[in-house]
C-alpha cells in the first residue's frame, strides 16, 4: 500500500511571491497540507486576518505551525519574555486552525544544560497549548546549544512525560550530523511511535564528514527536495511506517534558487519527491 499523499505538506519557506500564489501552487500540484510560518500572518498586506481567509480558501489543511524558537532553558531573565511569545504563537494558531506547534532547542548562548529544567520548560508549554487542543512537538536542531541530536530531543520528551508534547524528526538535522545511519535507525525503532508528532524531510548535495560550509548556512539556503542531493530518506520514513507511524511528512526546503522559480514549477517538483517516496514504499510492502 502507498503512502496517502494527502499526509504530505509543504513549507510556505521553500517558494517566493506572496501567499495566496503560494498556496495555489501546492494545490494545484495535489498537495493537501501546508508547513506554516508566523511570518505568513503578521507579513500579509491584508493583516493575519486576509491571510486566515487565504488559507481557508485554499482546502488546504494546516499540518503544522512554527517555529517556536529559544523556548526551553533560557535564562530566568528571559522566561517571562518566552512564555509570551509562545501565548502569542498559540493565539495566532488558533485564529488558523492548527493544532500543532514545532518548537526548536534553543540556540541561546546562556542557555541552561540542564535536561530536567528543559522538560520542565515544555511541560508548561504543554500545560498552555492542551485545552486549545494544540500538540507540541519538540525538534532537535543540529546547531542547538545543548541539544542537537534526535536522542537528546526524546530524552528530554521522555523526561516531560506530557500528553501534548511529542518528537519532531527532521531528516536534514539527523543527516547532516550522520544520524541517518542503520544503527541510529535501529536506535529511532524503540522510540514510542505514538510520541512522534511529525517528520520533516529534505536532502542536500554533500555527504556527513565532507563538511563544506557552515550547517546553518547549508541549512538555510542549500537543501533540496528528496531524491534530489545524496541523502535518501527512503529508509527513514519505511522504517517509521513500518513502526506504524501515521502523522504527516512535511518538505522544509530551504533553497535560494527555488524561492526565485515559478511557484507551480517547484510546487511540482516536489510533488515528483513525494511520488519518489511513495512508489518505493510500494515496492518494499509487496516483497
Not at 7 to 32: P, Q, S, V, W, Y
Not at 113 to 136: M, N, Q, S, T
Not at 152 to 178: E, K, T, Y
Not at 228 to 241: A, H, I, K, N, W
Request: proline letters at 5%.
Amino acid at each position: 500500500m502507498s503512502i496517502a499523499i494527502d499526509r504530505f505538506g509543504f513549507n510556505t519557506i521553500t517558494m517566493g511571491g506572496d501567499l495566496g500564489h503560494k498556496l495555489e501552487a501546492m494545490k494545484a500540484a495535489g498537495f493537501a497540507g501546508v508547513e506554516m510560518w508566523a511570518r505568513d500572518l503578521v507579513t500579509h498586506p491584508a493583516g493575519p486576518a486576509g491571510a486566515v481567509a487565504q488559507i481557508r480558501s485554499s482546502g488546504l489543511r494546516v499540518t503544522d505551525f512554527q517555529p517556536l524558537r529559544d523556548f526551553e532553558c533560557a535564562p530566568d531573565v528571559m522566561r517571562a519574555h518566552r512564555l509570551d511569545v509562545a501565548r502569542e504563537h498559540l493565539r495566532q494558531m488558533s485564529m488558523v486552525g492548527a493544532d500543532l506547534l514545532l518548537c526548536c532547542s534553543t540556540t541561546l548562548p546562556r542557555a541552561i544544560d540542564d535536561p530536567d529544567r528543559a522538560a520542565a520548560d515544555l511541560r508548561i508549554l504543554g500545560d498552555l497549548a492542551a485545552p486549545l487542543g494544540i500538540r507540541v512537538c519538540y525538534e532537535a536542531l543540529s546547531w542547538g546549544r545543548h541539544v542537537n541530536r534526535w536522542q537528546q530531543a526524546w530524552d528530554i520528551v521522555q523526561r516531560c512525560d506530557h500528553p501534548a508534547i511529542g518528537l519532531n524528526l527532521d531528516s536534514f538535522h539527523m543527516a547532516v550530523l550522520g544520524d541517518d545511519t542503520p544503527e541510529s535507525l535501529e536506535r529511532l525503532s524503540q522510540v514510542d511511535v505514538k510520541k512522534i508528532f511529525l517528520v520533516q524531510l529534505a536532502d542536500y548535495f554533500f555527504a556527513y564528514g565532507d563538511k563544506p560550509l557552515d550547517i546553518i548556512e547549508l541549512a538555510r539556503h542549500q537543501r533540496l527536495f528528496p531524491g534530489e542531493g545524496l541523502q535518501d530518506v527512503r529508509p527513514l520514513v519505511q522504517l517509521l511506517e513500518d513502526m506504524g507511524y501515521a502523522g504527516d511528512y512535511t518538505f522544509e526546503v530551504f533553497n535560494d534558487d527555488y524561492v526565485n522559480f515559478d511557484p507551480l514549477a517547484v510546487a511540482q517538483r516536489a510533488m515528483k519527491s513525494v511520488r519518489w517516496i511513495s512508489d518505493h514504499h510500494v515496492s518494499r510492502t509487496q516483497e
